[in-house]
């Protein structure tokens, strides 16, 4: 699975941005899919996860109520709606994905297989 997040760019605080994350294969559909972002300076972490089936979400708690992530499996995309953008989103946001089926936890990044490269996301005060 190769993936490719876009989306990302410079707003102020409080705007909304959208990212994207396209995936390669045919078998999008069974592969549980994951943002993470890394702050300037600090450790890549977790932010929202879809579960394979798409019937459940996970996010972390700072984004609950602001970020919504989502997917269309018939384009091969996920997405993460970002709303009421704050300038501790400020980070690179990477798109990921574990393997066929999983029906583990979400939230530890050395469980996703597959990774895409990162999409900056700045949000100015």
């Known amino acids: 699975v190769q993936l490719q997040a876009s989306g990302g760019g410079l707003l102020q605080a409080g705007g909304s941005l959208r990212l994207s994350c396209a995936a390669s294969g045919r078998t999008f559909s069974s592969y549980g899919m994951g943002w993470f972002r890394q702050p300037p300076g600090k450790e890549r972490e977790f932010v929202a996860a879809i579960h394979w089936n798409g019937g459940r979400q996970y996010y972390t708690d700072p984004v609950k109520g602001r970020f919504t992530i989502s997917r269309d499996d018939a384009k091969n995309t996920v997405y993460l709606q970002m709303n009421k953008l704050k300038p501790e989103d400020t980070a690179v946001y990477y798109c990921?994905?574990?393997?066929?089926?999983?029906?583990?936890?979400?939230?530890?990044?050395?469980?996703?297989?597959?990774w895409g490269q990162g999409t900056q996301v700045t949000v100015s005060s």
């Open positions: 990921a994905a574990v393997g066929p089926y999983y029906s583990g936890s979400y939230y530890d990044d050395v469980q996703y297989k597959y």
